[in-house]
């Protein structure tokens, strides 16, 4: 029974596992002392997701552009502060302090729920858009790109960096949109779409509206066509009232006419009569 039960929590943990990692992350590249995997976004593959995983104990900095002397590039910078890891996009133009200032613009969209640092292990995981969208930012490119990855192996004070290494990151143009041109067409191809949602849906409401205006008309007609027969109905009986009244009035005139010779007849016999007797 305990065997059992054992083989059904092994089997609930893998299954939250796999719910809970539903990106399917490229093959890992070793940079130094980590390992950074990425996969574009499930939605808008415009947008590229990474995720680095290394122990280090102080700050660790990803960059990409111009490598040489880690001057002139975009870098995502995380440090563990206040028990917290804090995320900032930042530009390096220049080597040694004062640190890289923060850009005005923060573009990473940082997870922080699924991204750790406990007891010198970092996971972190983060997106940006492939294509740069403000002055400090850098575009990555579909093929070679150059990418460095430093860190300070002793603080989370950004100070000089320890290590740095170089490397280069494929992007694949199968699986990732790298060009203005591409967007603007999946957005037309949207708003095209919406566009034919919007007319299907006028034509509709203009259907119903002319399929409720002849049910409007042929219920004028038939409420009309009662009317009318009832008004003709109407109309034959105070023609047939008329025609009983006539009737009845003529039937009385002639009783009139009769009763009135019979008067007459009456008045003759009488006269007759006195005469007689006289």
């Known amino acids: 029974m305990n065997q059992k039960l054992y083989q059904v929590l092994i089997l609930i943990s893998l299954l939250i596992i796999t719910f809970q990692q539903p990106l399917e992350w490229s093959e890992p590249l070793s940079i130094g002392n980590f390992e950074?995997?990425?996969?574009?976004?499930?939605?808008d593959s415009s947008i590229i997701w990474?995720?680095?995983?290394g122990n280090n104990n102080g700050w660790v900095a990803m960059g990409n552009g111009v490598v040489q002397q880690m001057s002139n590039m975009d870098v995502v910078l995380f440090q563990f502060l206040e028990g917290e890891i804090k995320v900032t996009d930042r530009r390096a133009l220049q080597i040694g302090p004062p640190p890289p200032a923060e850009d005005s613009e923060q573009n990473i969209q940082f997870d922080s729920e699924n991204s750790s640092f406990v007891d010198g292990q970092w996971n972190l995981i983060w997106s940006r858009k492939i294509i740069a969208t403000e002055e400090n930012d850098i575009s990555y490119e579909c093929g070679v790109n150059n990418i460095a990855i430093a860190y300070n192996s002793e603080t989370h004070d950004l100070v000089y960096h320890t290590n740095?290494?170089?490397?280069e990151l494929n992007i694949d143009p199968e699986l990732y949109k790298c060009s203005q041109e591409e967007i603007e067409d999946e957005d037309e191809g949207e708003?095209?779409?919406e566009a034919m949602v919007i007319v299907e849906g006028e034509q509709g409401e203009e259907q119903m509206e002319g399929e409720e205006q002849i049910e409007g008309e042929e219920q004028l007609?038939?409420?009309?066509q009662i009317e009318g027969e009832d008004q003709k109905e109407e109309e034959e009986g105070e023609n047939q009232m008329e025609g009983e009244e006539f009737e009845e009035d003529e039937e009385d005139k002639?009783?009139?006419e009769d009763n009135s010779q019979i008067v007459q007849i009456s008045f003759a016999l009488i006269l007759c009569a006195i005469s007689v007797l006289l």
């Open 164 to 167: 740095r290494f170089i490397s």
């Open 221 to 224: 007609q038939d409420q009309e």
């Open 36 to 43: 950074l995997s990425h996969t574009p976004d499930d939605t």
């Open 254 to 256: 002639d009783k009139v």
């Open 50 to 53: 990474f995720r680095l995983i």
């Open 191 to 193: 708003e095209e779409g």
